[in-house]
């Protein structure tokens, strides 16, 4: 299961008043959609360890029908179906996780689930802090800063970068001593001619390529994008890997479409809680 991950306007203190957003949620009624149909914030909502985490069913029209006794379609009645859709919202990095769904019926959408979602929020955050629920747009960072940084403070032991056909001069010295820069320079900028494009490393488990001078020539040159990097964290004492094509979305790994509120909610507030250093470096749009 993923989600959009979308950030809100940071709050200066939430006073300790984080559960009481999760008691105005659980107390909502159903709201009206239109065309006699409904949606509803499930009860249930969870909060632990600063993540809010809930979901919200929203009826639909179905798009099925009955056959009747003379092999004629008729419409089916007494049947009432909803959509679930879970979302979170971390106290922490003021993210707010949607999730990234595709609804078959006609009358729903996530552009609707989003609003009908930030509307709810944005009445809870009055009630509760006396401020709004201000959603932003969150992008993929277009430059290797991001990477660059969790290469520089991390043991990393997997590296992939493209467009290094287009590289250009290296420019940026890789090492104190003068002699190799211009030893490392001379065979990246000349003597390469490969027309290599897509560059895969990855060190053994023990190993690490922080300073292993292809992948610093790399991941320093001009125009080079950095897709991936795998890297050992030292405060969760385990590996983690941080895509690019990924970072607009957050994944909630071993969680059915299908799964469990209690299930699904409890797998999301832990990995909330493990990945928050990511969800901090997430950007919003200009």
Excluded: C
Aim: hydrophobic share 35%; no cysteine.
């Amino acid at each position: 299961m993923d989600f959009k991950i979308y950030r809100v306007f940071e709050k200066v203190n939430y006073e300790g008043k984080e559960h009481k957003v999760q008691d105005y949620l659980n107390n909502l009624d159903f709201f009206d959609a239109g065309q006699n149909l409904k949606y509803v914030i499930n009860s249930g909502v969870e909060y632990e360890r600063g993540v809010l985490v809930g979901s919200i069913s929203e009826e639909f029209i179905p798009n099925s029908y009955k056959v009747n006794e003379d092999r004629t379609l008729g419409n089916l009645e007494g049947f009432e179906p909803y959509e679930r859709t879970i979302f979170a919202y971390d106290f922490n990095t003021n993210i707010f996780l949607v999730q990234n769904r595709k609804y078959p019926p006609k009358n729903l959408d996530p552009g609707r689930t989003l609003n009908r979602l930030t509307d709810i929020m944005n009445d809870a955050f009055r009630s509760v802090f006396n401020d709004s629920f201000t959603v932003i747009q969150t992008t993929l960072p277009e430059g290797n800063e991001m990477f660059l940084n969790w290469f520089k403070v991390n043991r990393v032991t997997e590296v992939e970068v493209s467009n290094i056909n287009q590289r250009g001069t290296l420019r940026e010295d890789i090492y104190a001593k003068p002699s190799l820069n211009s030893s490392l320079k001379e065979f990246w900028n000349v003597e390469d001619d490969s027309k290599m494009d897509v560059l895969k490393v990855r060190s053994t488990i023990d190993g690490e390529l922080n300073n292993n001078p292809v992948v610093l020539a790399a991941i320093h040159s001009p125009d080079v994008i950095i897709d991936k990097i795998r890297y050992y964290d030292s405060e969760e004492d385990k590996q983690v890997t941080v895509q690019r094509s990924k970072l607009d979305k957050f994944v909630v790994k071993d969680v059915a479409r299908d799964e469990e509120s209690v299930t699904a909610f409890q797998q999301v507030i832990n990995q909330v809680n493990e990945n928050r250093r990511i969800l901090r470096n997430i950007r919003s749009e200009e």
